[in-house]
């Protein structure tokens, strides 16, 4: 049979989430959708070992997510000197689309906040005035989350912290570095934990809490709205994230919204929450002499 009349819905396959039931032998192999779009073709001596860690699996599993995913394969164990010729000729044929791009891996971007290696440090600028216990916040370099590549997602794991009985949830990159949602900073705010992204104007009403910061540090940062997954559960929602040293200090500088006594309170680190105060006032009293990284478990 010429390899242009193969009729790949006739191949034995297992789902792609099954692949440990893949047989031990030489072949090629077909990554096929739920339409039978070919997305990759390949080759192998040993098949099940090929994909007990193929490069492509972490893609392909994010697009499972959508559209179940299948693989193929064509016995080739008398064929094994043809294997690389063979796999030529299909991809030809085929054209899948994955065969043509690069695994891509989301870059961290360097911004010139971060030109210095050195971990950034914020001071207490009450420090010198208030006494001589030594009151430094160690911070992260400002991050800015850069596109997914099409078809993958951004897994985040997730830890709750509590502080004077106000729950803060904190997400982590995949390179350890730590985000808050949109959902944590409306519920301490506003009061209420899901709006509605678009019609609420989230991303308008966090550009302008940044410009009313007596610091210049996040002028510029790109809010973007994106999908993520919550790795330990595996539930998928829509969500904008902020650095968590960003919530730190829209948290922290509420202090200009009070006077008088509470002010005052506030700025020296003085200020004891009471029963009926919002999350919002006992979260900003604590911030001014701490920090939420240092609750953390890594």
């Known amino acids: 049979m010429l390899i ?35 997305l990759y073709i390949g080759r192998t001596v040993n098949l099940v070992e090929r994909w007990k860690d193929h490069h492509r699996f972490q893609q392909l599993k ?21 294997l690389s010729k ?67 997602i951004r897994e985040i794991t997730r830890q709750f912290l509590y502080v ?15 985000f808050v949602r949109h959902n944590v900073y409306w519920w301490m705010i506003y009061g209420r934990k899901n709006p509605n992204i678009v019609s609420e104007k989230i991303i308008q009403d966090l550009e302008s809490a940044i410009d009313r910061l007596p610091t210049i540090r996040w002028s510029g940062y790109r809010f973007r709205i994106e999908t993520i997954v919550f790795s330990e559960d595996d539930v998928e929602v829509e969500s904008i994230l902020f650095p968590l040293v960003m919530f730190e200090d829209l948290i922290r500088w509420l202090k200009l919204n009070y006077t008088g006594k509470s002010r005052e309170e506030l700025e020296k680190g003085e200020y004891k929450p009471k029963p009926d105060d919002p999350a919002s006032i006992k979260l900003c009293a604590w911030l001014q002499r701490n920090s939420l990284s240092s609750l953390l478990q890594t």
Request: charged share 25%.
């Open 62 to 82: 994010r697009f499972n997510r959508k559209n179940l995913i299948s693989i193929s394969w064509m016995d080739c164990s008398k064929q094994i000197n043809l």
């Open 86 to 152: 063979l796999e030529n000729k299909l991809i030809k044929i085929y054209n899948p689309s994955l065969n043509w791009t690069r695994v891509v891996s989301p870059i961290r971007k360097i911004t010139s906040f971060e030109n210095n290696p050195i971990s950034l440090k914020v001071v207490d600028k009450y420090q010198q005035s208030y006494g001589n216990t030594k009151n430094v916040i160690e911070v992260e370099s400002w991050e800015e989350l850069e596109p997914m590549p099409e078809g993958e």
């Open 4 to 38: 242009e009349d193969i009729d790949l819905s006739t191949l034995p396959s297992v789902y792609l989430l099954e692949k440990e039931q893949l047989p031990n032998l030489a072949a090629i192999y077909f990554v096929c959708d739920s339409k039978g779009q070919v």
């Open 164 to 178: 004077d009985g106000v729950e803060v949830e904190v997400c982590t990159n995949t390179n350890g570095k730590h």
